[in-house]
């Protein structure tokens, strides 16, 4: 099957601080990636999505960088908030199916 | 009601019980999945129903029956079912065009079942 890991599990930033959290993936045909993130009881909720044409994409206070040379995948969060804390996943397709192959997750913890 | 929704939210079954989770998507969908979300673990693709024909069946064991009457509601029917069993299962909807498709899933919150 596919592979989407993540670098760090958790991550614990300071409010305010920017945060990266980081995804490798190991398929090259993979042409679209979410990131996705999980409030504690909720389900995964879309942030920002990625077509594998692009290298960068911005959203509001967030942004996703693709390097396709190494298979990586981060996603940026400006300015974070105790709002931000959840956990966030990666998930890839490839141009083959509607399956999404998704990560562990890392869990980010915003310090007040 | 807006999104996916799902229910019961928690469910609590011995391992000899017959119970259904319930999933329904209000965004005009056409593909519908279930997902097992086990801790510290990647979401696991269950099955995956495309203009209500199940497309996918990732090896799950039969004991998970899933049903999809339109394209709006996907159930799960469970029975006899393992302590292992117990997770989130979580359900999304998708609008798929084609492959390759570039739409997000959109998620339910999920039912957290507890078999005992």
């Known amino acids: 099957g596919e592979s989407v890991g993540l670098h760090l599990p958790t991550l614990s930033v300071q409010e305010g601080d920017n945060s990266i959290i980081n995804c490798a993936y190991s398929?090259?045909?993979?042409?679209?990636f979410i990131w996705y993130k999980q409030e504690s009881g909720k389900g995964p909720q879309f942030i920002i999505d990625i077509r594998s044409n692009m290298d960068k994409r911005q959203g509001q206070r967030v942004t996703v960088l693709l390097n396709k040379t190494v298979k990586h995948l981060s996603l940026q969060i400006a300015a974070t908030q105790p709002g931000d804390s959840a956990v966030y996943f990666c998930a890839e397709n490839t141009p083959t199916g509607n399956q999404f192959y998704f990560g562990t997750g890392t869990s980010l913890t915003v310090i007040p | 009601e807006t999104g996916v929704t799902q229910t019961p939210r928690h469910l609590v079954m011995g391992m000899t019980n017959k119970k259904s989770l319930k999933c329904e998507q209000h965004?005009?969908?056409?593909?519908m999945y279930w997902y097992k979300q086990s801790a510290k673990k990647p979401l696991e693709l269950m099955f995956v129903?495309?203009?209500?024909?199940?497309?996918e069946n990732n090896s799950v064991p039969s004991r998970f029956s899933p049903e999809c009457p339109n394209s709006s509601h996907l159930f799960l029917h469970l029975h006899t079912l393992q302590p292992e069993d117990s997770a989130l299962y979580l359900c999304?909807?998708?609008?798929?065009?084609?492959?390759?498709?570039?739409?997000?899933?959109?998620f339910g919150p999920g039912t957290r079942l507890t078999v005992l």
């Open positions: 999304a909807s998708s609008q798929f065009s084609g492959s390759p498709s570039y739409n997000e899933q959109f």
């Open positions: 129903y495309n203009f209500k024909e199940q497309t």
């Open positions: 965004l005009g969908h056409n593909a």
């Open positions: 398929n090259s045909a993979s042409d679209y």
